[in-house]
């Protein structure tokens, strides 16, 4: 006896269930204030750079940081603050944002922009952020590490 692998129609399938449930939490809030605000995105900054630090399959990047990523999480933080509907914390410290000549130092190739994302997804997991944001979050994060890149 086969197996039926394909929706019946009509019927959802758990990502456009979690994309639903997701629309809908955004209608009246904003990524920001889902994620748990000033305190949830710190969360996912920590995790991200923690995970960059203590996990050997990220050297590539870490190795484009100082040792002390301490300046690096508070500019993440602000940024990510302002980029999820929050307080545009980065935009009042430094002016609008530069990601393609802030990350032109460095060799920013396919390899490094594949594990940036790897390294953010894990960090959103470690943060506890629910699936359905996670579906969302990936794309854009996504398409902000590819204008980044500068290999060609």
Request: negative net charge; aromatic residues 8%; glycine residues 8%.
């Amino acid at each position: 006896m086969a197996t039926e692998t394909t929706a019946q129609p009509g019927a959802e399938t758990p990502a456009e269930k979690r994309r639903a449930e997701a629309a809908a939490e955004l209608a009246t809030k904003t990524m920001y204030e889902v994620l748990g605000s000033e305190a949830g995105i710190k969360a996912i900054v920590d995790a991200f750079y923690d995970v960059m630090d203590r996990d050997q399959e990220f050297a590539p990047i870490r190795d484009m940081h100082k040792a002390d990523l301490g300046p690096m999480r508070v500019s993440l933080f602000e940024f990510l603050s302002g980029w999820l509907g929050g307080p545009p914390l980065f935009i009042e410290r430094n002016g609008s944002p530069c990601l393609t000549g802030a990350h032109a130092p460095y060799n920013v190739d396919e390899q490094a922009r594949d594990l940036w994302v790897s390294c953010m997804n894990r960090a959103l997991g470690e943060a506890e952020v629910e699936e359905k944001f996670r579906d969302l979050l990936t794309p854009a994060f996504e398409r902000m590490a590819d204008m980044v890149r500068n290999d060609g």
